[in-house]
C-alpha cells in the first residue's frame, strides 16, 4: 500500500554571517513499505526523524526528495487539488490529543469538520458523526460538549473518529499514546487493533515506547539519526534483535515479571548533532561494538532473512572483527 524509496528531508539551519549554508538532517535515505492491512511500528529515540518521516507521508511537511508512492501513485507528484483528493485515503491521528482538537470547537463540529471540507450532505454528516462517536466508544451526549470536558483518552478517541471520518485506507499514528496514562494506553492502543480489524485499516504506527510497538505491530523499523538500522516482524526485532541499538534500546524495558532479571545496558554519551552526523555508521560514537571500519565505512542492507533486514558492519559476511 505505502511505499517509501530514499527518502530525505533536510532542514535549512541559520548560521552566523559569512558561514556556509547548513542543514539539520532529520530523515536521511530512508526506505520503507507497508502491506495493506498490516501494522508497521516505526522506534527510536525522540529526534531520530520517525515524526518527520510520518509528517512527510502525508506532505504536511514537503520531502526534500525521494519518493512516496501510495497504492502506486507518486504523491510527490500531485498538486494541492489531487493532495486533498488523496487525504481522504491517508489520515493521520496526532501525538497529544489537547493540541490537536480546536478548543473552540464542539466534538460534533470537530468530527464533522472532514465531511463540510469535503462537501458532504449534511443530513449524511449528522448520521456519520453519531455513528463514528459510537465506534470509538463516546458517550451520545459528546457531540455537544468541548474537548477541555473530556479527560486525555477520551480526546485521542475524539481525535481517532475524526481520522475515520472519510474511510482512509491508510492512518499515520504519530506517538498516539505517548501523552496518556498506562492505563488509557492499553485502552486506545486495543481500540485501534479493533477499528482496524473492522474497518480494514493500515497503520504507520509512531512511538518511542517498545512494549506499546511490540504489541501492536505486524512489522517493526528501528530509526537513528534518520535512518533504518533494522527492520523485520515483530517477534524478530523484539525477540532476536541484531543491531547494538537494538539491543540496547529493548534492555532498558522493564520486565513484568519480577524473577526475570535483564541485563541493562547503558548507552553512553550523547546523540550526535543531524546537522553533522558522524562519517560511517551513525551508531558508531555510542556502540559498545564499535570496529574501526564503523568509523569510515556507511553499512550496508543485511538481509538475515526474506523479512529480517539490519544495517551493520556486524551482520556483514567475511568480517575481520579487527577492522
Known amino acids: 500500500m505505502l511505499r517509501i524509496r530514499e527518502l530525505r528531508k533536510y532542514f535549512p539551519v541559520k548560521t552566523g554571517f559569512g558561514r556556509a549554508k547548513e542543514y539539520l538532517k532529520a530523515v536521511d535515505g530512508v526506505s520503507l513499505e507497508i502491506e495493506a492491512g498490516e501494522t508497521f511500528g516505526l522506534v527510536g529515540e525522540s529526534g531520530c526523524g520517525k515524526s518527520t518521516l510520518g509528517y512527510c507521508v502525508l506532505r504536511l511537511i514537503e520531502p526534500t526528495s525521494g519518493e512516496i508512492s501510495f497504492q502506486g501513485q507518486n504523491i510527490l507528484t500531485l498538486d494541492a487539488g489531487e493532495m486533498r483528493h488523496l487525504r481522504r485515503e491517508i489520515q493521520m491521528v ?11 470547537m464542539t466534538v460534533g463540529q470537530i468530527v464533522e469538520e ?3 471540507i469535503h462537501k458532504y450532505p449534511k443530513l449524511e454528516r449528522r448520521r456519520r458523526v453519531q455513528e ?31 481520522a475515520l471520518a472519510l474511510k482512509p485506507k491508510l492512518i499515520v499514528a504519530d506517538e498516539p499514546v505517548s501523552a496518556l496514562d498506562v492505563s488509557i494506553q492499553a ?13 480494514g485499516l493500515t497503520y504507520l ?5 517498545l512494549p506499546v510497538v511490540e504489541h501492536i505491530s505486524d512489522r517493526i523499523g528501528v530509526m537513528y539519526l534518520g535512518r533504518l538500522v533494522e527492520t523485520g516482524l515483530s517477534d524478530e526485532v523484539c525477540h532476536h534483535p541484531l543491531h547494538p541499538y537494538t539491543q540496547i534500546l529493548l534492555s ?18 550523547d546523540v550526535p548533532s543531524p546537522v553533522n552526523p558522524p562519517a560511517g555508521c551513525r551508531f558508531h560514537t555510542r556502540c559498545p561494538q564499535v570496529m574501526a571500519r564503523c568509523r569510515v565505512e556507511e553499512p550496508q542492507e543485511v ?16 568480517i575481520d572483527p579487527g577492522q
Open 94 to 104: 496526532f501525538q497529544d490529543p489537547a493540541s490537536s482538537l480546536d478548543p473552540r
Open 114 to 116: 472532514p465531511f463540510v
Open 132 to 162: 463514528l462517536l459510537d465506534a470509538v466508544g463516546m458517550d451520545q451526549n459528546a457531540a455537544g460538549k468541548y474537548p477541555h470536558q473530556f479527560s486525555g483518552g477520551q480526546r485521542q478517541r475524539i481525535g481517532i473518529a475524526r
Open 187 to 199: 485502552q486506545i492502543v486495543n481500540l485501534m487493533q479493533e477499528l482496524q480489524s473492522r474497518y
Open 205 to 209: 504506527f509512531i512511538s518511542h515506547g
Open 252 to 269: 532498558s524495558v522493564p520486565s513484568p515479571d519480577p524473577g526475570i532479571k535483564r541485563e541493562k545496558q547503558i548507552l553512553a554519551g
Open 303 to 318: 538481509r538475515v532473512s526474506a523479512t529480517h533486514r539490519v544495517w551493520c558492519h556486524l551482520l556483514e559476511p567475511s
